[in-house]
C-alpha cells in the first residue's frame, strides 16, 4: 500500500524546529508549506492535511492567519482528512465554525491528559502524559464536533468525521520541549521548574502520545 501524501501547513515564525519534528514522526510523504511566512498551497495533490503549532494565536489580525483558516475550511469541505496540533488544533476549530478564546493562564509542560477511548488514541491509557504548550483553548467546539480528550485546562482534543484537533503536543522530543521552555515569557521560578521536569524518564512516559499520528492517519486518512 502507497505511503499517504500529507500537505503539512508549517505556522512556526521559524519552521525548522516543527519540520524537523514532524519528519519524524509523520509516516507519510510531507509535502511542506511555511504558511506562518505567507506560503499556502494552490492545488496540492493530497490525501490529508497537518496544521503545526504556532507563536501566533488564531485571532490575531494577521493576512496569513486569516488566509490559512479559509483554505482548512475549503479543504475539510472537499473531504481532505485534517488534524491540528496546538496552534493547528485551534486554527481547525474556528476554520469549522469554532470559538478561540485567551484563557488566561499558562499550560505548560509535561500533563496528564484523559480520552474517552476514541481510536485516536488507540494504544494509549486512559489517562496519558503529553507536553503542553499554551495560553489559548477552544472554547467552543465546531457544530458537530466531539471533545475526545481534555484535562483541567480544558479541550485537549476534538474531532468530527473529517478532521481532529489535539492541544498538546506529540511531536515533541527533548531538545524541542527545553527550547520552547526557555523562551516562554513565565516567572523564572515557573520556568526552572518546568526544565527541571524535562528528564529522560518524563520523555520516555510522553513518547506514546505520538501514536495519534498513527492512528490518524489509520482512522482518518487510511
Not at 511555511?34 to 503549532?53: R, W
Not at 488544533?89 to 493562564?105: F, I, K, P, T, Y
Not at 466531539?146 to 473529517?162: I, Y
Not at 523564572?188 to 526544565?195: C, F, G, K, P, T
Request: aromatic letters at 8%; proline letters at 6%.
Amino acid at each position: 500500500m502507497p505511503r499517504a501524501r500529507l500537505a503539512l501547513l508549517n505556522a512556526a515564525r521559524d519552521p525548522e524546529q516543527p519540520r524537523r519534528n514532524f519528519r519524524r514522526e509523520l509516516a507519510a510523504d510531507l509535502v511542506e508549506f511555511h504558511v506562518g511566512g505567507g506560503e499556502l498551497p494552490e492545488d496540492p495533490a493530497v490525501d490529508g492535511v497537518v496544521v503545526t503549532g504556532s507563536q501566533a494565536s488564531v485571532y490575531w489580525d494577521e493576512p496569513w492567519i486569516d488566509e490559512t483558516v479559509d483554505w482548512v475550511r475549503e479543504a475539510v469541505d472537499r473531504g481532505l482528512p485534517t488534524l491540528g496540533v496546538c496552534f493547528g488544533h485551534q486554527l481547525v476549530a474556528r476554520a469549522l465554525g469554532g470559538e478561540v478564546s485567551d484563557m488566561g493562564e499558562y499550560e505548560l509542560g509535561y500533563r496528564e491528559i484523559r480520552h474517552d477511548g476514541d481510536p485516536l488514541f488507540d494504544g494509549l491509557d486512559e489517562r496519558f502524559t503529553a507536553f503542553t504548550t499554551h495560553s489559548d483553548t477552544v472554547e467552543s467546539l465546531p457544530p458537530g464536533a466531539s471533545v475526545v480528550a481534555e484535562n483541567d485546562f480544558g479541550v485537549q482534543a476534538f474531532r468530527t468525521d473529517l478532521a481532529v484537533g489535539v492541544q498538546f503536543h506529540p511531536e515533541y522530543d527533548r531538545s524541542t520541549a527545553e527550547r520552547v521552555t526557555k523562551r516562554k515569557d513565565l516567572p523564572q521560578e515557573r520556568i526552572d521548574a518546568v526544565l527541571a521536569d524535562i528528564t529522560d524518564e518524563s520523555v520516555a512516559r510522553a513518547a506514546p502520545a505520538a501514536v495519534v499520528f498513527e492512528n490518524f492517519l489509520g482512522e482518518f486518512v487510511r
